[in-house]
Every structure is written in C-alpha cells, then in structure tokens.
C-alpha cells in the first residue's frame, strides 16, 4: 500500500530514464523499515521470515530487468544481458560494501587496512551508510560524466528565418532549410 501510495505522489516527478531504479529504491526503503520495525515489535515473526523479507528487493530487481530488457530481447542476448547484470550488480555491491567496511571499520574483508589512529565511521556500517555510499559514487561517476562530454555548439536564433539551416526550430520557411 505505501509503495503504491509513494510512486503515485511521485509519478510526474521520476524520470521514464530512471523510473524502475526509483521503484525499486522506493520499495527497497520500505522493505527495509517494514524489517527493522518486525525485527523490533514482533520478533517471533522476524525470525521466521528474516531471510524472506530482503528477498522481496532482490525480486523486484530481477523483475525490473526483465521488464525492462528480457521481454524486448530475444533469448541469447538476454541470457548475456542477465550474466553481465549479475556480474555487475556483485560487483556493485563489493565495491558499496568495500567502502562501508573501510569507512566504517577501517578493514576490508577482515584484513585491517587503516592506520591505528583512524577513527570509525560508525553509520558506514548502518543501511543508512549504503545509501551514503551510493550517492558519493553516483556523484564522482556524474562528475566524470561532466568532464568527458563534449560540448555542444550554441544554438541561438538571428531572426533570419529565410535563410536559417535549423531545421528543428520550427520557424521560417521549410522549403528554404532543405
């Protein structure tokens, strides 16, 4: 109910490009207070279906993808595409966890890496310190973005239709700009 309730507050704002990503974040999010509130309240049933309830995310990921690609596709490609997510989404989640385990214990898979005067970030190994992570890493994958792109020349408008080669502006004389 409250994933639908959100996406539909949120519909005219997301993106088409990144619409099944912002679902899946959204419904992710909810998951997550869904477990933490079972985890606190109604134990018992935290225990049973502990492992079940984080799945729920995976799922909407992997359907996600064949919304998005698999239903388009035929099958070979669509069998690389889900090896290449897959490979990519652990490699995604290494490089997240990686981070997390340094920042916020100073080691990376076990192995202590820090030096001893480092002082743990504590929230790096909190769900939130996930989402602190992905936002550095969109950000330097945005700021790389930025400075590969090539720049555009100027568009502007002279005023002289008869003669202007724009054919995307949708003034002047059609015949003229061929």
């Known amino acids: 109910m409250m994933s639908n309730l959100v996406i539909s507050l949120l519909r005219k704002v997301i993106p088409d490009k990144v619409r099944m990503p912002a679902y899946i974040v959204i419904v992710a999010s909810l998951v997550t207070?869904?477990?933490?509130l079972m985890q606190a309240y109604v134990r018992p049933?935290?225990?049973?279906l502990g492992l079940y309830i984080p799945l729920i995310v995976v799922n909407c990921i992997?359907?996600?993808r064949a919304e998005s690609y698999a239903s388009k596709?035929?099958?070979?490609?669509s069998f690389f595409d889900?090896?290449?997510m897959g490979l990519g989404f652990t490699l995604s989640l290494t490089v997240i966890g990686s981070v997390r385990e340094l920042l916020g214990?100073?080691?990376?898979?076990?192995?202590?890496i820090m030096p001893s005067f480092f002082e743990p970030v504590s929230i790096m190994i909190m769900a939130p310190g996930a989402f602190f992570v992905l936002a550095i890493l969109a950000a330097v994958r945005n700021r790389i973005n930025i400075k590969n792109k090539k720049p555009e020349p100027e568009k502007f408008c002279t005023g002289n239709c008869a003669s202007c080669l724009d054919a995307s502006c949708g003034i002047g004389n059609?015949?003229?700009k061929q």
């Open 33 to 36: 207070v869904v477990e933490l």
């Open 45 to 48: 049933l935290y225990a049973s």
């Open 62 to 64: 992997i359907l996600g």
């Open 73 to 77: 596709n035929p099958p070979l490609s």
């Open 82 to 84: 889900g090896l290449g």
């Open 105 to 112: 214990k100073g080691s990376i898979f076990g192995f202590n």
């Open 174 to 176: 059609k015949e003229d």
